[in-house]
């Protein structure tokens, strides 16, 4: 199973912008859907965002619609989470996750790929 290693967490105060970023160090993400999911102190993880192999297309949680996009460079092997508009709401650990299933999918246990987690707080 791939071992998925996500970076890119830290201390940002409201408004700003943070950029989360995934790798695999011995296999291609080439063959996965990618997403982000978030768990905060006390909360269930949830899904953040989607983006499917091609990198054409991205699914997003409502929450983050439209202060957060998802992105993959499958030359680098890396994806990324490019946060912005930051609340203090959005802290939380974010995972990646990766998904071998071609169903598109927000439900944490259908992704068999994980990281490891990056924390992410902000701060008023």
């Known amino acids: 199973q791939v071992q998925l290693l996500d970076s890119g967490g830290g201390l940002v105060q409201a408004g700003g912008s943070l950029r989360l970023s995934c790798t695999a160090s011995e296999r291609t993400l080439s063959g996965y859907a990618m997403g982000w999911f978030r768990q905060a102190p006390g909360k269930e993880r949830e899904f953040v965002a989607r983006?499917?192999?091609?990198?054409?297309?991205?699914l997003y949680a409502d929450s983050v619609k439209g202060r957060f996009t998802i992105s993959r460079d499958n030359a680098k092997n890396m994806v990324y989470l490019q946060m912005n508009s930051l609340k203090p709401e959005d802290t939380a650990v974010y995972y990646c996750?990766?998904?071998?299933?071609?169903?598109?999918?927000?439900?944490?246990?259908?992704?068999?790929?994980w990281g490891q987690g990056t924390q992410v707080t902000v701060s008023l």
């Open positions: 983006l499917s192999r091609s990198g054409l297309t991205a």
């Open positions: 996750a990766g998904d071998v299933g071609m169903v598109q999918t927000t439900k944490s246990h259908e992704y068999e790929a």
